[in-house]
């Protein structure tokens, strides 16, 4: 009888410790759920003002001339690479969508390293885009010296 009262103790203590882990890991995932949402906001200010008069007002881009954001492998494809191509801009052949672009697009060096976070949360995420993971500005602020 004892022992059956210790591993029922046992199991209770064991379920109450899983109940409290999910909570916890449910409202970590609304908190970055908060945090995406006020990202996208900012940066969907920032994407009207730095981007729009060439990417369009829904990502579509210009047919022959500016490659789309909505829904385009090139920029889901690598977050580096997108963060890169924001700050520095980027020149030459490129492929997006299995369409061939080749012009040149003028950095965006003016934007704060959280700013392109913003921007990038906000095309990201938008017109049936989805990314893995929001972006910081911590991932931003290396890519800044780097070269594209
Ligand atoms: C003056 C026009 C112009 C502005 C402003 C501009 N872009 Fe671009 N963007 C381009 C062009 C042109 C290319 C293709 C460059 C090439 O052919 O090498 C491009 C390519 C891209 C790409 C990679 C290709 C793709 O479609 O995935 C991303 C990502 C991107 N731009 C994001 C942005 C964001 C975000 C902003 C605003 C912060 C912005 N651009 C502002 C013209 C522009």
């Given at each position: 009888m004892k022992t059956i009262f210790k591993t029922m103790t046992k199991l209770i203590a064991l379920s109450l410790?899983?109940?409290g882990v999910t909570v916890t890991l449910f409202s970590f995932k609304l908190a970055?759920?908060?945090?995406?949402?006020?990202?996208?906001?900012?940066?969907?200010?920032?994407?009207?003002?730095?981007?729009?008069?060439?990417?369009?007002?829904?990502?579509?881009?210009?047919?022959?001339?500016i490659p789309p954001l909505a829904k385009a492998d090139y920029l889901m494809k690598d977050t580096k690479r997108a963060i890169r191509q924001v700050l520095h801009g980027a020149k030459g052949e490129m492929v997006v969508n299995g369409v061939k672009y080749n012009n040149e697009m003028p950095g965006q060096s003016h934007l704060k390293d959280q700013e392109v976070a913003d921007v990038l949360n906000y095309v990201m995420n938008s017109w049936g885009n989805k990314a893995a993971k929001p972006l910081t500005a911590a991932q931003v602020k290396p890519e800044r010296a780097a070269k594209k």
């Open positions: 410790l899983l109940c970055q759920n908060d945090d995406l949402n006020a990202s996208k906001k900012r940066g969907e200010a920032l994407y009207q003002a730095n981007c729009v008069a060439c990417h369009q007002a829904a990502g579509e881009g210009i047919p022959g001339a």
